[in-house]
């Protein structure tokens, strides 16, 4: 059974910074993409970053050039690195995994971590 573990949230003042981390546990992979989306109350969940199995990155544009996405492949853990953090990226984040990480952009696979919440104060 495949199990994802965020961790790394928290509470922040605008323009502080926090690293969100995800650990993959349960089997094997050998070539997977990681991704990371949030959910603000009120709001559909949205993609935010994910990297694929080759290690290109992809981000939405509100957070480029603010959060950058790496991954361990030895630890199959993917970090969210969060700068110039802003009231709007308040929400709860979730880690997502997809099996197959080939391909251009990032396609939503099908396990889900439990979520973390980052709050942003103003």
């Known amino acids: 059974q495949v199990q994802l573990v965020e961790s790394g949230g928290g509470l922040v003042h605008a323009g502080g910074s926090l690293r969100l981390s995800c650990a993959a546990s349960g089997r094997t992979f050998d070539n997977y993409s990681m991704g990371w989306f949030r959910q603000a109350p009120g709001k559909e969940r949205e993609f935010v970053a994910g990297?694929?199995?080759?290690?290109?990155?992809y981000y939405t544009d509100s957070v480029k050039g603010r959060f950058t996405i790496t991954r361990d492949n030895a630890k199959i853990t993917v970090y969210l690195h969060m700068n110039s953090l802003k009231s709007e990226d308040t929400a709860v984040y979730y880690c997502?995994?997809?099996?197959?990480?080939?391909?251009?952009?990032?396609?939503?696979?099908?396990?889900w971590g439990q979520g973390t919440q980052v709050t942003v104060s103003s």
């Open positions: 997502n995994l997809n099996e197959n990480g080939d391909g251009y952009g990032y396609t939503t696979g099908d396990y």
């Open positions: 990297i694929n199995g080759g290690g290109s990155t």
